[in-house]
């Protein structure tokens, strides 16, 4: 989350890379400190819609679910995690690159 953070500016709720091999970079629907969070993957999600006020999110095997968040707000937060895999893996064939923490640094 730090490194989305130093990356993407001082945003709450940031992505976090998951895996940058395979791409998987994933989002929360709310802050991480509430149990009932869910995490997106935007690579999964098909479309977005919105239904009763709330934002409806359909995944790429059919799975429709409801999220207690406006649509915009919810369209956001996943253009924000695309942005931030691209940002970590690049677009094609990028070479990989992190942020090392600076208190691990030697």
Known sequence: ??????LLGNKHMCPVMVNPIHKICVFPN???????TMWFNPNLILRTNTFNGKATVESTNGLIITVSSKLYSFNHKLQTADQFKKMIVGTGTKPLSFKQDPKKRA
């Open 1 to 6: 989350m730090e490194t989305a953070k130093s």
């Open 30 to 36: 709310k802050s991480a400190k509430h149990d009932d």
